[in-house]
């Protein structure tokens, strides 16, 4: 008898990483920190949510480096998953930072029931950069 694998992550319980939103320019006020991204890591793929709204949330650098760095973090997602999710689970600086790594029936808790203000960010980089351009005008 072969021994089946098992991946660690069930089709309903997800890792997930979520993100907050620190503002650079105006310090380190509770009120203006917020989730802006959260990825979901599967047994094959990292999805990710972003804020709605982040582009009026944000204003200079911050939004300069949140913009610049979603498409590259679709790409990188693509080729190394896990590293990726490693990587977001581990972010302490920045306007960026961890907020909550764990686990989490999603079909139990859908992601628009814990963070309504999120939406599914295209898997595409092109498309990623898209989405983040029309953020605004969707709201």
Known sequence: MSKKTHSPLTDKELEFCALRFCPSERGPDPNNQYVILLAIKDAKALNFYIHRAFEQRTAGLDQN???????????????????????????????????????????????????????PLARKSSAAHRAMSKSSAQV
């Open 65 to 119: 480096y949140i913009q610049q760095l979603l498409p590259d973090l679709v790409d990188r997602s693509r080729h190394s998953p896990e590293a990726a999710f490693r990587q977001l689970a581990s972010l302490s600086v920045g306007p960026l930072i961890t907020d909550e790594v764990g686990l989490l029936n999603f079909s139990k808790h859908p992601v628009e029931s814990l963070y309504p203000d999120l939406k």
